[in-house]
Every structure is written in structure tokens, then in C-alpha cells.
T-cell receptor
Framework: EAGVTQFPSHSVIEKGQTVTLRCDPISGHDNLYWYRRVMGKEIKFLLHFVKESKQDESGMPNNRFLAERTGGTYSTLKVQPAELEDSGVYFC??????????FGPGTRLTVL | GQSLEQPSEVTAVEGAIVQINCTYQTSGFYGLSWYQQHDGGAPTFLSYNALDGLEETGRFSSFLSRSDSYGYLLLQELQMKDSASYFCAPSGSARQLTFGSGTQLTVLP
């Protein structure tokens, strides 16, 4: 069974540009989560999808971040326009039940 | 507010037993998870406690006391590959995880 995959693994962009991160959850997992770890800080929750619906987006830092999960399969997280403080590692996780979340390898975003 | 406390570093030798304690304060608590992370890679699920008591999974066990807002992860028969960061992560009603700074475990030969 394939795990959670994320693309790209690394992204380097300039301030003001747009970046779109993609997450493919484990097949059949209804729950999809986005987290991020900015430099020197803890991993922070961003938002939670149940199928295609946003269940909780209380962790989204501001309206420059837009997450979608069309069709309840893969999800994208767009940052537009990117700022320096957006640099960090963005993790996606999926789960079917309410306990174990399976994390992807993360996307390392660097904003110059 | 929310708070999460666990030791920043623990060192032990191969074959030993180590306990990583965690105290938390969070609203809408549902359960406590433990994750392992090697070198900033993907966090890997270890254990979950929703009820008081001990959960055992191979060499790893986890304990929860909801009344004390306290839990611990017990690692037995330590191996070199267990050197990693360990996070206790309370989850809320939407099952989102709250991560703290984690505990860096170093296993010495």
C-alpha cells in the first residue's frame, strides 16, 4: 500500500511568487490534514478535510493560504503571495479512523 | 490556553529502558498520541491513548491519566535506531494534533 505522497519535495521561490503544494493521501482515507513547521518552531496544525469538506481551518495563518480537496482525493495548498515567514516544512497527513495519522515526507519551502 | 511539556533531551544506552513524560493542558481533549521523527522527516505514529491506562505495542508502551493530564511513553530494549525525536500530541475533537518541541532521545552504544 502506497503511503502519503507530497509534491514537490523542495521548492525555492521568491517573495511575492505563488507556490502550490500537493498531497496525495492513502487511498480510501477520508481525513486529510495539513501541518507545517517553520524554522525553530513546533509542528502546527493548519487544516483538516473530511472528504472534500473543510472540517477545521482554524490553523490557517491568513488569507494568503488556500487549500482545496476536489473530489475528496488529493489536496493542494496554495500560498499566494508567498512571504519570507512562510518558509518551512509543510506536512500532509491522512487517516481513516480517529487515531493514527500517516504523514507524508513533507515539502520544504524556501521563500527568498 | 494550551500547553505541552516534555523533556527536551534524554540519553540512554542500548538495551536500557527509558520513560518520556508528557503533561498537557488543552481544551476539548480526546486522546494523546505519540509520534517519532527522525532528522526532521515524516512523523511516524507510535501509540494512542484515549482512555486511562497502559497501551502496549511491542517494545513501546504508552500510559495516560486524564485526571492528571499526564502521559508517558516507555521504550524498552533500546536500540540505536530508536535515536530520534519523540512527540506527545494531544488531539482535539477534530482529531487535529498539537505538537510541542519534542524530546530528543539519544541512544548510546
Amino acid at each position: 500500500e502506497a503511503g502519503v505522497t507530497q509534491f514537490p519535495s523542495h521548492s525555492v521561490i521568491e517573495k511575492g511568487q505563488t507556490v502550490t503544494l500537493r498531497c496525495d493521501p492513502i487511498s480510501g482515507h477520508d481525513n486529510l490534514y495539513w501541518y507545517r513547521r517553520v524554522m525553530g518552531k513546533e509542528i502546527k496544525f493548519l487544516l483538516h478535510f473530511v472528504k472534500e469538506s473543510k472540517q477545521d481551518e482554524s490553523g490557517m495563518p491568513n488569507n494568503r493560504f488556500l487549500a482545496e480537496r476536489t473530489g475528496g482525493t488529493y489536496s493542494t495548498l496554495k500560498v499566494q503571495p508567498a512571504e519570507l515567514e512562510d518558509s518551512g516544512v509543510y506536512f500532509c497527513a491522512s487517516s481513516q479512523g480517529t487515531t493514527e495519522q500517516f504523514f507524508g515526507p513533507g515539502t520544504r519551502l524556501t521563500v527568498l | 490556553g494550551q500547553s505541552l511539556e516534555q523533556p527536551s533531551e534524554v540519553t540512554a544506552v542500548e538495551g536500557a529502558i527509558v520513560q518520556i513524560n508528557c503533561t498537557y493542558q488543552t481544551s476539548g481533549f480526546y486522546g494523546l498520541s505519540w509520534y517519532q521523527q527522525h532528522d526532521g522527516g515524516a512523523p511516524t505514529f507510535l501509540s494512542y491513548n484515549a482512555l486511562d491506562g497502559l497501551e502496549e505495542t511491542g517494545r513501546f508502551s504508552s500510559f495516560l491519566s486524564r485526571s492528571d493530564s499526564y502521559g508517558y511513553l516507555l521504550l524498552q530494549e533500546l536500540q540505536m535506531k530508536d535515536s530520534a525525536s519523540y512527540f506527545c500530541a494531544p488531539s482535539g475533537s477534530a482529531r487535529q494534533l498539537t505538537f510541542g518541541s519534542g524530546t530528543q532521545l539519544t541512544v548510546l552504544p
